[in-house]
């Protein structure tokens, strides 16, 4: 019986897109700084803010309640889920 040859795997290259320092707008600067930054450190920086203040939904875990300061990064909303999270951030990034 032959061998089986072990699966390459494939090196994923960071995208740069992702990697390209932005400059956060004033609402999001109350939460991650005004220094323009990656995109990848702004998540970093988000989630670092939302568990330090308990932000995360005790019952149901992906969803991210809104403090004063996240309030008018969600557009007014009260809760949202961590993937509308990211979608509602990249709008007040230049």
Known sequence: MAAKKPA???ARK???AFMKPMQPDGVLSEVVGSKPI???EVT???????KKQGLQD???RRMINADSKLG????GKKQVSMFEMTK???????
């Open 44 to 50: 970093k920086k988000l989630w670092a803010y939302i």
């Open 58 to 60: 005790s019952k149901n």
């Open 14 to 16: 960071p995208n740069a």
């Open 72 to 75: 008018p990064v969600f557009g």
């Open 8 to 10: 390459k795997k494939s």
């Open 88 to 94: 509602l951030v990249s709008k007040h990034m230049k």
């Open 38 to 40: 990656p995109r990848t």
